[in-house]
């Protein structure tokens, strides 16, 4: 049980988009829709963002959007804002388990 | 809204066990659509998967820490249970207790606890 691959960081300016990649593998990522994407402040657990590739819970902004290709997921976060500025991870759901990346540095400038 | 909060030691000797309790509120602990799970974050690193149990006692554990983790739980006071067995610094990580919901997404997570392995 590998950890999925994230790019470690990413940046963007206030108001452009920006999309995080998450790579895994046909047992997770591919094989499965339920992949998750959690934005994680300073000293604060995770709070779920998106979750079954593309859902969104209830109260999250739609400026996130979430899809998948193969064994790659992807965050889109459009209309980038300053609290944005966090470390995002995914998570893939694999045969009775559940595995994280490695998390992305969103950074915004 | 559910609610979470994990209790336990704060430091814990190499060797030793790591005992910590999630105590749940807010919602039906013995809900079919809840899982149940543990999961622990490093210093500066990404979030691992500990471990799962559903309310009747179903239990599921990452491949690369079965060996030394058993989690449990008691319905009747709406908490599950970590032990974590021969904790060296390794094991020096923030531990979330998280509420699985459908089996697929942590939607509900604790506040976190820190836990030193050190003598």
């Known amino acids: 049980q590998s950890a999925l691959t994230q790019p470690a960081s990413v940046s963007g300016s206030p108001g452009q988009s920006i999309t995080i990649s998450c790579t895994g593998t046909?047992?997770?990522?591919?094989?499965?829709?339920?992949v998750s994407w959690y934005q994680q402040h300073p000293g604060k657990a995770p709070k779920l963002m998106i979750y079954?590739?593309?859902d969104r819970p209830s109260g999250v902004s739609n400026r996130f959007s979430g899809s998948k290709s193969g064994n790659t997921a992807f965050l889109t976060i459009s209309g980038l804002q300053a609290e944005d500025e966090a470390d995002y991870y995914c998570?893939?759901?694999?045969?009775?388990?559940?595995?994280f990346g490695g998390g992305t540095k969103l950074t915004v400038l | 809204q559910l609610q979470l909060q994990e209790s336990g030691p704060g430091l814990v000797k190499p060797s030793e066990t790591l005992s910590l309790t999630c105590t749940v509120s807010?919602?039906?602990?013995?809900?079919?659509?809840?899982?149940w799970g543990w999961i622990r974050q490093p210093p500066g690193k990404g979030p691992e998967w500990i471990g799962s149990?559903?309310?009747?006692?179903?239990?599921y554990y990452n491949p690369s820490l079965k060996s030394r983790v058993t989690i449990s739980v008691d319905t009747s006071k709406n908490q599950f249970s970590l032990k974590v067995r021969s904790l060296t610094a390794a094991d020096t990580a923030v531990y979330y207790c998280?509420?699985?919901?459908?089996?697929?997404?942590?939607?509900?997570w604790g506040q976190g606890t820190l836990v030193i392995a050190s003598s």
């Open positions: 998570s893939s759901y694999t045969s009775s388990s559940w595995v």
């Open positions: 046909s047992s997770d990522v591919g094989g499965y829709n339920y």
């Open positions: 079954d590739v593309s």
């Open positions: 807010g919602g039906s602990f013995s809900s079919s659509n809840y899982y």
């Open positions: 149990i559903y309310y009747s006692g179903n239990t």
């Open positions: 998280a509420c699985i919901v459908g089996g697929t997404r942590f939607d509900y």
